[in-house]
């Protein structure tokens, strides 16, 4: 979709391909949505400050920064907001993580980026929103699932809500959205020739998370409190059980036909116990979940994944972390590949006119480079004929 300048060297094919994105640095949400655009073919531009990124995580292993490049600018410089606003001239798209008002201070706000390219989509990554009481307040994504009612929702009966790591909101409700409506405008600028400001608040998204479960609280299908529903630990056919080993193996079958399936496999061959109680009867419940538990715990989880592999039962092993790139099934599809010694899931979803396993893009020598790494070979393809001068003055720099 660029046409101020030609793709950068290394880039490789990709649905985005043709787009060139700008991401000013932050944490989270923001650069995992430029991951996930650079894992569908865009040309990322990170721009770091000076310094380095804000994170605790070691530049080698930061594998949010996969697939690109990244210039240092110092935007507190007189010169810096020019730099990025040139940027933004010759791009597609531009993200930033930043609370209200702080990029117009800078001079990379919507208003000074749209008056140089009319067609940019302006993507806006907070907690909170762009207005509302609370949008110049800080947050993190356990305070912004808490308002939204979807934390809540999550735990066991009779006990608190339990943190989902930050995947929900920071993840889920703030950078796919952010994604989402990135390319939207994007479609939208190519059919009107205009850009859009996409305001992106994890508050909204993670609210828009629980569209299925709002409608089944409308129609009495969900109970307002934790672990009484089906989806929630309520049910004994939907919960996590331990095994022999200490591992765990979850269960999710919801319709008559799993639950037959599951339960037969999980009572073999001795055969279904004369007083289970029948799927849905709530009273036998508290039972049901015993006899599940005493059961799981006769035989270690790669036993039972044996038992229950390749059925309609829908159980499966709670893998950890750092054993589920060896799951079977994860394994035949690639979901995790390992680039310069670094395990990390491959890009997705994947497209038909695209290699299987969906490469990550190239930049050699490297998959995740280093802040400033390719301050001068970006600024030069995109047309800048004054880094020198930009070098020098402090504007710039050059890892």
């Keep these: ?74 935007l507190k410089h007189p010169r810096g907001a020019e730099v990025v606003l040139r940027l933004a001239a010759s791009s597609d798209a531009l993200i930033e993580g ?34 509302g009481p609370l949008s110049g307040s800080a947050g993190h994504d356990i305070a912004y699932i808490a308002v939204t009612g979807a934390l809540h929702a999550i735990g066991r009966a009779g006990g608190p809500p339990q943190v989902p790591v930050n ?17 939207a405008g994007l479609f939208s600028a190519r059919q009107t020739g205009h850009g859009q400001v996409v305001d992106a608040a994890i508050v909204d998204g ?37 095994t022999s080993d200490g591992s765990y193996m979850a269960v999710g079958a919801l319709e008559p036909q799993f639950y037959a399936e599951f339960t037969r496999l999980l009572f073999a061959p001795e055969g279904l116990p004369a007083d289970l109680p029948a799927q849905y009867d709530r009273a036998g419940w508290p039972s049901m979940r015993e006899r599940f538990a005493a059961r799981f715990a006769e035989r270690s989880a790669d036993q039972w994944a044996k038992i229950f592999s390749g059925t309609d039962a829908c159980v499966a092993p709670v893998r950890p972390m750092t054993e589920a790139p060896a799951d079977p099934q994860l394994a ?53 004929d004054d880094v020198d001068d930009l070098l020098a003055a402090g504007a710039i720099w050059q890892a």
């Design 1 to 74: 979709m660029t046409d101020a300048a030609g793709p950068l060297p290394g880039s490789l094919p990709g649905p985005l391909t043709g787009v060139r994105v700008v991401e000013l640095a932050g944490i989270g949400p923001g650069p995992f949505c430029g991951m996930l655009l650079a894992d569908l073919g865009a040309e990322v531009i990170r721009v770091d400050r000076p310094g380095g990124p804000p994170s605790t995580v070691p530049l080698d292993k930061d594998v949010t920064s996969r697939g690109k490049r990244r210039i240092v600018v110092d």
């Design 98 to 131: 930043y609370r209200p008002g702080v990029a117009e201070r800078l001079g990379v706000g919507p208003a000074d980026s749209l008056a140089r390219n009319p067609r940019l989509v302006y993507g806006r990554m907070t907690g909170w929103g762009q207005d």
């Design 167 to 183: 995947y929900l909101g920071d993840f889920g409700g703030g950078a796919l959205f952010l994604a989402l409506g990135v390319v």
């Design 206 to 242: 993670t609210a828009v998370l629980q569209a299925m479960t709002y409608g089944l609280l409308a129609g009495g299908a969900w109970a307002d409190e934790r672990g009484v529903n089906r989806l929630d630990t309520g049910a004994p056919f939907y919960d996590v059980y331990a």
């Design 332 to 384: 035949a599809r690639g979901t995790f590949v390992t680039v310069d010694g670094l395990v990390q899931p491959a890009p997705a979803p994947r497209f038909s006119p695209v290699p299987g396993s969906a490469p990550i893009a190239a930049l050699p020598p490297g998959r995740i480079a280093r802040p400033g790494a390719h301050t001068r070979e970006v600024l030069t393809a995109v047309g800048f």
